[in-house]
């Protein structure tokens, strides 16, 4: 399955647009990128996913790169609520794995 | 309603004992998961179950033994509970297997083994 790499923290003034790198350089022609976030302990919360395209939903934006070895998610308006670890998750095509890895912790400043 | 839930939340208990968790989903999904989130807050999954089968098994412990009675429950029976145990324990559900299926998780349930 492709790894992903992430940045460990990154800081984002209330209000201001939240771009969270991911590195899959490693990935597969079908294999899915998906976005998650965990706010304290609970459980991991859907945000948004793609496989080639750009994808926007209510929550956030995601742009993959053309050679689709990266990819950035977009919270266009960082609130509080919004602190959180995301996860970059690089989906299989087989073998039904959702591997999580480090996770970069975002903290939204007032 | 609460879309995949777990029972407890939280579960306090001491080595040796044997316990058990349940979890729930109400989505009609096919396919249902525990994962593990350790201290160091990496989650790793255990188990996949899709339509009551066994898919995926992590290299868990015998001790761990996930049961499916249908395709709405997966619940996780642990024998002989160790320290290393404790950690939060996440349900989670998706409609099957494809890659494009996103995961729903449950809440959490937070072991501690004294």
């Known amino acids: 399955d492709a790894k992903t790499t992430q940045p460990p923290s990154m800081d984002c003034a209330e209000g201001r647009a939240a771009n969270l790198p991911c590195n899959h350089s490693t990935i597969s022609g079908n294999e899915y990128v998906y976005w998650y976030r965990q706010i304290h302990s609970q459980g991991p919360q859907y945000i948004i996913h793609g496989l080639k395209n750009n994808e926007t939903n209510e929550m956030a934006s995601l742009i993959i790169t053309e050679d689709r070895k990266s990819s950035t998610l977009i919270l266009p308006h960082a609130t509080l609520r919004d602190t959180a670890v995301y996860y970059c998750i690089v989906r299989a095509m087989t073998g039904n794995q959702f591997y999580f890895g480090t996770g970069t912790s975002l903290t939204v400043i007032p | 309603d609460t879309a995949v839930s777990q029972t407890p939340k939280y579960l306090v208990t001491q080595m040796g004992n044997d316990k058990s968790i349940k979890c729930e989903q109400n989505l009609g999904h096919d396919t249902m998961y525990w994962y593990k989130q350790d201290s160091k807050k990496f989650l790793k999954i255990m188990f996949s179950?899709?339509?009551?089968?066994?898919?995926i098994n992590e290299t868990v412990p015998n001790r761990f033994s996930p049961k499916s009675p249908d395709k709405a429950h997966l619940n996780l029976h642990i024998n002989s509970l160790e320290l290393g145990d404790s950690a939060v324990y996440f349900c989670a559900s998706s409609q099957g297997v494809l890659p494009s299926e996103k995961l729903f998780f449950g809440s959490g349930t937070q072991l501690s083994v004294l």
């Open positions: 179950y899709n339509n009551k089968e066994l898919i």
